[in-house]
């Protein structure tokens, strides 16, 4: 069907198409088009996906994927009540040195001139209130489960660890919340374009493409702090050299200011980890998929003290200098 599509609305006839990630990529002319559907996502946070694009690429990023318009000069189309937007990117092989650092301080950069004022995909101030909530949900979950009886092993695994992490969870907001009393953001603080989730592979393993529905507005270090737990839970034993210069790369474009130590600290505090696998867990329907995230919780489990570890040594790991820097501890993690 979308062969169809792009002949019917878009005048785009593929020479061949891939897979790549959760992606359809149609190649045409050297350029490679993605045709997403858009059914269950506003208009709204479409318009503003389209600005953020469109201001990367008048900056010039050459990887950023831009909106294309119909036969009928619309962004976006139905066929049987279904909507879809076409993306298009210019083919582009990835780059011969990788430097996911340095690429991300520019990408951070460009996005930093937007002006166009965000609601939908804005995350800025709001991680404080996104923590409560979330743990809030949890909670309820697992006093249900408490006063349920659990029958599974993942439910006694999940009673006996939620207090622990509920605890991690309050230190994260606590250190949050200090952070904005506490310190004062500087110019590298403002607002710019960032991922959802941005690891290693977010761009693409074989060809770089920025994809505005990877995208939010937030602080940069949202980036950052998950870059960084990806790697950590990636490699867990060889993710000291990466880390370290990732970091290095991107602070050579845009040093890190006290603040943003603080915001990325707090946000490697909170375990998402955990509460990502839960949550999974529970709206899965797939029992092949509850199995294995079972094994990943007990893995987490196992884990515990490397990763207090890791949380503890942070600053030292980062290499952070601490002249002019006012980072405080977590003592329970130092002792």
Known sequence: MSIDILKKFFNITPEKSFLEGNYVRYMHENTLYTLIPVTTIQEEQLVEWYEMSEHLFAQGDRYVSRF??????????????????????????????????????????????????????????????????????????????????????????????????????????????DTELDDTPQLIDT???????????????????????????DHATRDLAEWIRDQYFRNKRTFLPDLQQFLRSYQSISPLSSFSWRLLYARLLFPLHYFECIE???????????????????????????YERFLGDFFQIAEIPSRGQNLPRVEWLNS
């Open 191 to 217: 607002g710019t374009i960032c991922h959802e989730r941005f690891n290693k592979n977010t761009w693409g393993k074989n060809h770089w493409i920025r994809n505005p529905f990877d995208w939010v507005y």
């Open 280 to 306: 999974e867990y529970f709206v899965t329907g797939s029992e092949h998929r509850k199995i294995s995230l079972e094994e990943k919780l007990k893995q987490t489990l196992r884990d515990t003290e490397d």
């Open 68 to 177: 294309v318009s119909s036969k009928d000069s619309k962004f976006l189309i139905t066929v049987n009540d279904e909507d879809f937007c076409l993306l298009k990117n210019k083919y582009h092989s990835l780059p011969r040195k990788i430097n996911h650092g340095r690429k991300l301080a520019k990408f951070h950069h460009r996005g930093r001139s937007l002006r166009t004022e965000l609601q939908n995909v804005s995350r800025i101030g709001q991680w404080k209130s996104f923590w409560e909530k979330r743990l809030d949900q949890m909670e309820k979950v697992w006093y249900q489960h408490v006063q349920n009886h659990p029958d599974h092993e993942f439910e006694y695994l999940f009673i006996d660890s939620f207090p622990y992490y509920m605890g991690l969870c309050e230190n994260a907001i606590q250190y949050l919340v």
